[in-house]
């Protein structure tokens, strides 16, 4: 499993107004989370693409 997707969903778990422990939550919980957080690391990889196609030269 990856961690980076493990610590995104745990974060966008934990960010929940009724987030109990994680470790506690069902597996189908769990994977749900970790869809999120792996819809999320796309989209920022994207907008990173998107700026260094516009911007080639900013640092």
Do not use: G
């Not at 989370?33 to 516009?54: C, G, K, P, V």
């Amino acid at each position: 499993m990856d961690l980076e997707v493990e610590y995104v969903a745990r974060a966008l778990y934990e960010a929940e107004d009724n987030a109990l422990l994680w470790e506690a939550e069902p597996e189908i919980v769990k994977e749900e989370f970790r869809d999120y957080a792996r819809t999320a690391i796309a989209m920022l990889q994207r907008q990173d693409s998107q700026a260094r196609d516009q911007f080639p030269y900013a640092a």
